[in-house]
């Protein structure tokens, strides 16, 4: 009888694909680190596609100085992006070199721009979340994470006021600016459940100090949403069935495209310069 | 759109102590829109600590026409100029 078990050739294949390569004695995979990693996905994801969105209307904007002011959300975001993705591993690699499954963004920044005013609400749901997020991380236990948040805080409070802005103009304007800002609510309502979904990873990362809770300001942002609708004049759109899933790759068509757009350059020529 | 909107002289300071600087202008339906459209345009690289913005339309201007009886009686008046003064070795900064 072997004293040993038999090691069958799968066994072997399967190790060898690990990132140790199944070395004897290499270290245990290092769940906190996982966790960390992926969650500097999700913030990072979340800014570089809302990033490569808003850069869509490069040239396109409704006039120059929007086109100005839109472009400089855009570099905020992606300069947050850059960061969080440093985090979790090489940015570049992952922001040109993964597949849209691997993408950890919400569904609300994913969203196609549509008419100015539904870009314009998709940007203040998402700013006004992004806002409470990165003053909530600005106490975290991780440094980096604390510190990325802190910087991104006050480029985002300007993105908070401007979308807000835009909100109240549109609705409280004409009668066709009312009409399309409330499609471009109406059109992102479902989206937003998803910003305060807590998953197992995300409480691991919440008991340990690095990640905020997002429930914990639910009620601010909600009341903060009330307070502009107010002004704006316009009623807020029913809840409807809610769309989750982006946490977990799970994602709309419209990424693969946001992707196709982003991506094709680096994956043609993997070593360009310029 | 932005032929609906009015014109703004932008005004840009460099940083404390300094003047506000006039850097351009841009097109914005009201004044609070115009110092958003400001800060975008003219304050992308750190180029100021302070804005203003002022209706183009309340901006008076002197006649390019009248340059003559306005601004060349200035030119023989060499007087005018701090420069007839001899100045102490001792006295510095000026």
Redesign the interface.
Known sequence: MPSLPVIEKDQVRHAGTAPDGGAFDAPAVDAHAAARADYCLRLGDDALVLGQRLSEWCGHAPALEVDLSLANLALDLIGQATHFLGQAGDADQLAFHRDVLDYRNCWLVEQPNGDFARTIARQWLFSTWQHLLYRALESSSDAAIAGIAAKGAKEVSYHRELAADWVVRLGDGTEESARRMAEGLDWCWRFIPELFEVDELLQGLIERGIAADPRQFEADYRAEISRVLVEAQIAAPADTRPILGGRRGHHGEHLGHLLAVMQHIPRLYPDATW | ??DE?PLWEVFVRAKGGLNHRHVGS????DS??AL??AR??YT?REEGVSLWVVPSASIVASDPADSGPMFEPAQDKVYRHPTFYDIPDVVTHI
């Open positions: 759109m932005s909107w841009v097109h914005a339906p609070e829109l958003r459209h975008d345009t992308r």
